[in-house]
Every structure is written in C-alpha cells, then in structure tokens.
C-alpha cells in the first residue's frame, strides 16, 4: 500500500509544471507581463522629441555655439561656498569671506571679511529693495553697501534648511521644525507656527510656487504647504494621501520638493519612484518606478521630464508616455542639463553629450568633479559649482 501511494504523489509532482486543463483551439502563448498598478504607456524608445525649455529645478537655458570649450577654475570654494550673482557681479562666500567678482572680468575681485562666530557660515545670499544682503545658519542678517557689510539683525534661530523669500518678508525654520516670518521693511520677527516633522533628512530643496502655494521641502520625508499671500502654513497631508493611493510603495525620501504644472504635484523619490499626483481630486496622473537611485532631473515648459538615474537617463512625455532612455554606464553620474535641445551629463570624471537618437555620446569636457554640482547662466557665460571650485566655461 506504502508502495502504491509512493507511485502516486510521483505522479502528481511530474505533473506540476504542466497545464492540467483544456487548451482552446485559437490559443497562441505569449511572454507579455501586463503591469496592473502602473498606468504609464510605453510608446517608443527611439521618438524623437522637442523638448522646449527648462523651468524645473530652475529656469536656465544655455547656449554652446561651438564645439570646443574650456573649463577654467576661478577660485577653489568649500562646500557650504553659496554664489550669487547681481547687476554684472558675482558674490561667493567662503568660510568667513565674501568675494566679489565683475562678471565681465573674473580677474578682478574685492574679498570682504565678515565678522562671523566660530559655527557660522553664509547660508544664502539675496536682494531687496536693489540692495544685496546675506543670512547666515544663525539668523543673522548682514546688508552690503559700497563693499561694506553691516550687521541688521540677530535672531538667533539655528537653521539648516533654506529660507523662502516671499515680498519683503522671509519664511525661516530653526531646527526644531519653528516658522518665523522676518519682516525686512520693520526688522521684526514672528512665529508663524511649528512644523510636525517625519522622519528624514535635511536637503538643499528648491522652493516651488503656483498661483495661489509655496511648497518646501522641510526635510526628505516632510512637504510643507504655505498660503502665497499671507505666509500661513497649511495642515495638510499631501504626502501622507499620495502615499496611501499610490501603486508603488511609500515616497519617503524626496528627490527635491514637488512642483506643479497643470494642476499636478510632481513627486520624485530618491529610490526610483515617480508620481504625478493632484492633491485636490487625489487622483494620480501617471506613475513609474525607473528601479534605479534618482540623482537629478529636468522638466520643461513642454511637460518633459527627463530623469537621471544611476545607469540611465528617462524622458518622459507631458502625458506620462516613457518616449526615449539611454544607457549612461556612468560609475559616478551626478547632474544633467540642457542646451539647445542637447541633453549634457555630468560624471565625476567629465561632462558628455548624449545623442538619444544614436544611442551614443560625445565627450564635451575632460575635468574631475566632486558632487552637488550646480550651474549658472550669466549674461551669456557658464559657470559651474561643485564642492571643492567654481570654474567658467569659455571659448
């Protein structure tokens, strides 16, 4: 009996890796995998496309008329160095100095010291009323006139993550998730509320607006939402929505703060995710998971967005469609940016044009680079900002 059972359970093991029912007539096997929880459509990897020009993460457009440039370094920087640039000069500081260069000639600069505690840097430069001032991660408030610098105020706030400039007031958060509005006409500070914060980290996020919302980034894992008018901090939970409606696990450590065209919120996680997502109707556009580390990104007045992973690049239509990738094999690739419709890579080793249609790419320029690469666009030059220099693109 042991025996006749044994004989049986074989049988039904061999049998396991086989269809046990009937076979319709017209049946034809397929490989295809249909994606139930994504709704992006696929059309074509090889489109071509026009992209337009860039308005996210910030508006620059570029212009290289020839094919051979240089890269010269104008001075070596740290990487809490910020750069601002202001009627014809370029404002740089650097541990307790501010330079200034003439845009038009980098050879000239004033070098100002600033009378700044053993703890403080420059967090951000920015202009009022014609004038330029400068904040620092303590709150304190300088104004430079006639290459002097004077002090305005001490608030006395630790703050990490940039402030919004908003009219003549300025939204700052210390480290313990406060909002205090800085009134630049009266010199007066007041509390405008405090942030409940979730787990992430601080990041150097862009601040985006629409008609009516400012959105910042707190940190990687906390979206803040303000009235555009009047400063006042909105308890939302945007965030919090889409992660409950989307298809492709939770976004808990964002690329850069969201922004809006045609009334969506463009989410972009840092493991790979993208949603497209309308905190109003909670209704989520199209979403796509690249399943690669996302480094940067670029989105145009065309609704192309074009996404930087660790081993490829994605293009994307306005209507959700992956149009075009390229394989980068890149080991370290940090930033991607647009001139005249050419998409450029930047590695740690050089700065390549890709050519989507060939599936190919030209070197543009040989030179080592640290990461948290940024660019300017100024009176037609191209500067270029990494953690260690700033260097200009000339002919």
């Not at 740290?78 to 200034?100: A, M, P, R, V």
């Not at 989307?246 to 703060?257: K, R």
């Not at 909670?282 to 967005?305: A, P, R, V």
Request: hydrophobic fraction near 35%; glycine fraction near 4%.
């Amino acid at each position: 009996m042991k025996k006749i059972k044994l004989l049986l359970f074989l049988l039904i093991l061999s049998s396991c890796d086989r269809y046990m029912g009937t076979i319709d007539p017209d049946y034809t096997p397929s490989r295809e995998v249909n994606e139930i929880f994504s709704n992006i459509q696929i059309e074509s990897e090889n489109l071509k496309f026009n992209l337009g020009d860039v308005i996210y993460p910030k508006s620059i457009n570029l212009v290289l008329n020839k094919s051979n440039y240089e890269l010269d370094k104008l001075i070596n920087i740290d990487e809490k160095s910020t750069i601002y640039f202001f009627n014809e000069k370029i404002f740089l500081s650097k541990g307790k100095n501010i330079y200034i260069f003439e845009a038009n000639d980098d050879n000239y600069y004033s070098n100002l010291k600033l009378d700044l505690k053993s703890d403080e840097y420059v967090l951000n430069f920015f202009e009022y009323k014609n004038s330029i001032y400068l904040i620092t991660n303590i709150s304190r408030i300088f104004i430079l006139i006639n290459e002097n610098i004077s002090l305005i105020n001490d608030y006395g706030f630790y703050i990490t993550t940039p402030p919004i400039f908003n009219y003549n007031n300025i939204l700052i958060f210390d480290v313990f998730g406060g909002i205090y509005q800085i009134n630049l006409d009266e010199n007066s500070i007041q509390k405008k509320g405090d942030i409940k914060a979730r787990h992430g980290i601080s990041v150097n996020s862009n601040t985006y607006a629409d008609k009516s919302n400012i959105y910042h980034l707190f940190n990687t894992g906390t979206l803040i939402t303000f009235n555009k008018d009047e400063n006042v901090l909105f308890d939302n939970f945007i965030l919090q929505d889409l992660n409950i409606l989307t298809s492709l696990g939770s976004f808990n450590e964002l690329v850069d703060t969201p922004f809006n065209y045609n009334d969506y919120l463009y989410f972009l996680d840092r493991s790979g995710k993208i949603s497209v997502f309308n905190p109003i109707s909670s209704k989520i556009l199209w979403e796509f998971d690249t399943n690669s580390t996302i480094i940067h990104y670029l989105f145009t007045n065309n609704g192309f967005l074009i996404v930087l992973t660790e081993h490829k690049i994605f293009v994307f239509s306005n209507k959700g469609s992956l149009i075009n990738t390229y394989n980068h094999n890149k080991e370290s690739p940090i930033y991607i940016f647009n001139a005249q419709e050419n998409i450029y890579l930047i590695s740690k080793q050089e700065i390549v044009s890709v050519n989507f249609d060939k599936k190919s790419e030209n070197i543009f320029i040989k030179n080592k680079f640290t990461s948290n690469i940024d660019i300017y666009y100024q009176n037609q030059t191209i500067f270029l900002k990494d953690d260690k220099s700033l260097f200009k693109l000339s002919e």
